[in-house]
DNA sequence: GCAAGGAGTTCAAACGTTTGAATAGGGCAT
DNA sequence: ATGCCCTATTCAAACGTTTGAACTCCTTGC
């Protein structure tokens, strides 16, 4: 009955009530150490008066005491690009049996969020933080702030290891490589590739692995056959981005019989342009995406792409966080780490032998 | 250089530094009332000190000294849904002009997840919550707790308005009854349904709106083309229930020319299932989602679905919670709200009119 | 000469915890 | 009796803020 004015129990709520004083209703609840020469009478009223009152210690007051937020901030570019998910999920489940919590944020692809969401973890105290990085990352220097705040920091997406932060990236070269060397195997040497957009820097490289990887195979690329994707201002909308590629292409009148696109989403937009025009994948035309995110995964045909193990790459890097966290506290420092992931072909059905006519593409 | 042991800067760092109180640091950095009679030479060396210094204020002083966190907990039942997404993007914006930020958490369809982050939603002395729940969330008590509590609270996609707690729903009834109402438009009699999993409390009123406008249209539904999908353990894996039930309703061997499935996710599976017998989408059969889920918008063909206003309920939803911790705040209650949120048909390319020559599906 | 008021700053208490040190009352061996 | 440990409990300070009240100078008006 005794609630305080913050309309929330406290200790002392529990321990007028019940007749203790605020240190021992502390003990008894947060057991500590002492709680074992607490006796157990005295224990169970406790216990039993916490519950009857609805008692949750309040974090704020203790995390100011205790010195630590037992929080691990998340920050997302986007949570609405399918791309970002898996690796929330991998760091939510490397992060379950530690008690560190996770603190999600998503940036939504604004560079003013980004910043703010960044300074807010330094006001709440992060005990380390986990970055989902694109574009809209262009060196904000509280990152540096962060840093400066001797804050664990592990980067998805982005090699930061030149500022001393540990870094964790999908090697594109390899996996541009890959999928070149996929379509190529299909027998398919009339190949469209689909760029990525300029500011990404996955693109750069991805590009690198696809021109190795042609010139390997003894395949020239045709660059009338080598669109660029826009700046993506809509996040997942690489969608429309495909769209429009693929009508483009088709508009060229250049024959081709396979399609690299940049990612899922666009090689998800360019089917639709190919369909748009009657063009049946993979039956007329192969195309392959990269990444393996869930629409097209569940798309038919299902989209053969170069997969990255986001859940892995997620889990990892949450085991980095802890375990600097952890020779933190023991006054050390760790390395700083940079991870290169291995991308894994997977063959679905949007891919398939150049048909034997070697059927043309229908053009205007 | 004064760094306490807690590393991070305090305002009595800054205030050693330039030699005023933590009083006055504090007023000039919280720019408080009383620091319009700070001078001016004052304040710009305070400033000027607390950037040096590299200060943010500690939130959980902060917060614990004003006896509110600023924070509104948003509890999603599962981040890897597509559908969730929509929801928590509109409830983000709709929290942006206020100064309260999300607390995002992730349930990942797990119970106990979802206890412990309700538990979390207390001691983190959240302002308001809102909750995205879906058949993991089985009346815990703890909301009521959370209800005790003072703390406004909304629920999306369940009706909790008899336990007092503000509710929002997409009309179900209506919605599954436009699905066959357009199917039936389309020509469509023979129209196989799948029903969504019993402990979904969206399958049951969505069922007697197909029903409804069976009947209304004269259609009887033949009971042999009516599948049940089974309790989802995976979340988002409404795709494999719609393979199998795809697969089922082929072996059957009973004829239909439509499929009705209760999400999107279903018809994704669905279509694929077709696509494994060679049933063309929408040539030889048409298939209707709901909810309008990205991986439904980017497929090809694009799924014609009956769309959930998502976006539009999460902004409605933090409208909803920022008003009620205004009106509790004057001291008064505002009412317990219902929102039934009204569908609207997206009609795309998995469905068409009935093919003149009434073919059959190819069965075993 | 003095009250009144304002500008500029500081005091000190409070928010709800945690925790090292202190206390009180044993019992038990010397 | 004294000293010592043991058990059960409490004191009081601290975490980093904020804020109502107080304090010290000044100026200004009467």
Redesign the pocket.
Known sequence: MAQ???G????????HAC?????????V??E????????????ERIRKMALQLG????A???S????HSQTIAVLAYDLSDPFCIPLVQGIQSGLQPSNYIPFLMDAQTRRKLFDSYLMMILERRAEAVIVIASWIFEETNLLADIEKNKVPIVIIGRDLTPMNISSMLIDNQIGGGMALTHLAKLGHTKIAIIRGPEELVDSEPRWNGVQHAAAEAGIVLDQRLVVQLPRLTDSAFGFEGGLRAARQLLEAGRPFTAVLAFDDMTALGVIRGLAEAGVRVPEDCSVIGFDDVLPARVATPGITTVQQPLQEMGLLASKWVLEEIGVRQAGNNGPIRLYHALPKLVARASTGRIARGGKKKSSA
Chains 1, 2 share one sequence.
């Open positions: 305080q004015k913050s929330h129990v406290t200790l002392l709520d529990i321990a007749g203790y004083s605020v240190s021992t209703v502390s003990i609840l947060s500590a150490p002492l709680s074992k020469n607490v006796a157990s009478t005295t224990r008692y949750h210690p309040d704020y007051a203790r100011l005491r205790r010195r």
